[in-house]
């Protein structure tokens, strides 16, 4: 099927959060943009919102820990439009039990599987189709974490955020010479849904003083719009108020 030459984005985790905002933002900026995750009513929202102000999205459900699931979203993406030019790998999870004393191997299964395979199982699945282009981008959301340890996070979210900056680089170090370019994304503290699986949820003032999903949004728009001879290896992002730097009795554990 013909896309009339517009750009096509792939993001997973669209349904809210930052993948939802880069999902916005992406459409605002001209880009047809399929959107991914694990809740169909919430997919059809953003695409549905996006609708109303002119862009053009679609949805398609996926849990990207499932690897065959993940190929049949990237053929399906590939059949209605013809190419994938930008993945946006911004699903991801963390578990209440984060902790040496008390984290549990079925919560750390759960965080490798999601955060760092289904962020390979996607950049796997779109290689093909950019590799033919000569052309594509991918922009990886990490964290923070994924570049300073830290205990609040967790061992596994922290490991899997710092695997997923690796992969990002080991990426760009083989595929410059095919036209592709990765960005590992590594915001601070952001105020999004996942914050509600922490073990001591930040107040609404404290939100108010992190990044917002739209501030990331912008972000990856931007990477998105550069020339293809510009890659952004990395970018550390986090709120003026960082917390991390800032001891109070909320963050000191």
């Given at each position: 099927m013909s896309n009339n030459g517009k750009r096509v984005a792939w993001v997973t985790g669209g349904g809210s959060g930052i993948g939802e905002a880069g999902a916005k933002a992406l459409a605002a900026d001209g880009w047809t943009v399929v959107v991914s995750g694990r809740r169909k009513d919430a997919l059809d929202a953003v695409v549905a919102t996006i609708g109303k102000s002119s862009g053009t999205a679609k949805a398609i459900p996926l849990d990207v820990s499932v690897a065959a699931d993940v190929e049949k979203a990237a053929e399906e993406i590939l059949a209605a439009y013809g190419r994938i030019d930008l993945l946006v790998n911004s699903a991801g999870i963390n578990v209440p039990k984060r902790r040496w004393a008390d984290m549990e191997l079925e919560g750390?299964?759960?965080?490798?599987?999601?955060?760092?395979?289904?962020?390979?199982?996607?950049?796997?699945?779109?290689?093909?189709?950019?590799?033919?282009?000569?052309?594509?981008?991918?922009i990886n959301v990490a964290s923070w974490a994924g570049r300073h340890v830290s205990k609040m996070p967790g061992p596994g979210y922290t490991t899997t955020k710092h695997a997923?900056?690796?992969?990002?680089?080991?990426?760009?170090?083989?595929?410059?010479?095919?036209?592709?370019?990765?960005?590992?994304?590594?915001?601070?503290?952001?105020a999004t849904p996942i914050l509600q699986q922490r073990p001591v949820v930040p107040s609404e003032q404290e939100q108010a003083k992190m990044l917002q999903p739209e501030d990331l949004g912008r972000t990856i728009a931007f990477v998105a719009s550069l020339p293809p001879r510009v890659c952004v290896n990395e970018i550390l992002i986090s709120p003026t108020w960082n917390r991390g730097f800032i001891q109070t009795p909320a963050n000191r554990d």
């Open positions: 750390w299964n759960k965080l490798v599987d999601t955060n760092l395979n289904g962020v390979l199982y996607c950049m796997r699945a779109v290689l093909p189709a950019m590799r033919a282009q000569q052309d594509g981008a991918i997923v900056l690796a992969l990002t680089h080991s990426f760009n170090m083989d595929e410059c010479v095919n036209g592709l370019r990765a960005c590992c994304l590594s915001p601070g503290e952001v």
